[in-house]
Nanobody
Framework: VQLQASGGGLVQPGGSLRLSCAASGLTFSIDTMGWFRQAPGKEREFVAFIRWSGAETYYADIAKGRFTIARDSAMNTGYLQMNRLKPEDTAVYYC??????????????WGQGTLVTVSS
């Protein structure tokens, strides 16, 4: 499975961005898509995941109430809608697929990352 993340950019505090993650290859094997982020000098942290069936979503506390994860299985694309962005949300955001939950090591395939910068 190959993943292509996009949608990052510069946004002002309080603004919104929608990240996309397009999957190709053996997409029938996707069980879960997760989003993670990594800020400079920090470890990669979990943001949210969605079961590809749509049956379950789960958010880290940093994302609850502000971010929404979704997927379009027909388009083999996952999304992360981010609202009310804060400067501390600045990071490279990665999508990943596998049989995972909150832990990076549970994911088999990773996108290249897309940079989100929240600044005035």
């Amino acid at each position: 499975v190959q993943l292509q993340a996009s949608g990052g950019g510069l946004v002002q505090p309080g603004g919104s961005l929608r990240l996309s993650c397009a999957a190709s290859g053996l997409t029938f094997s996707i069980d879960t898509m997760g989003w993670f982020r990594q800020a400079p000098g920090k470890e990669r942290e979990f943001v949210a995941f969605i079961r590809w069936s749509g049956a379950e979503t789960y958010y880290a506390d940093i994302a609850k109430g502000r971010f929404t994860i979704a997927r379009d299985s027909a388009m083999n694309t996952g999304y992360l809608q981010m609202n009310r962005l804060k400067p501390e949300d600045t990071a490279v955001y990665y999508c990943a697929v596998g049989f995972g939950s909150q832990w990076p090591h549970e994911y088999d395939y990773w996108g290249q990352g897309t940079l989100v910068t929240v600044s005035s």
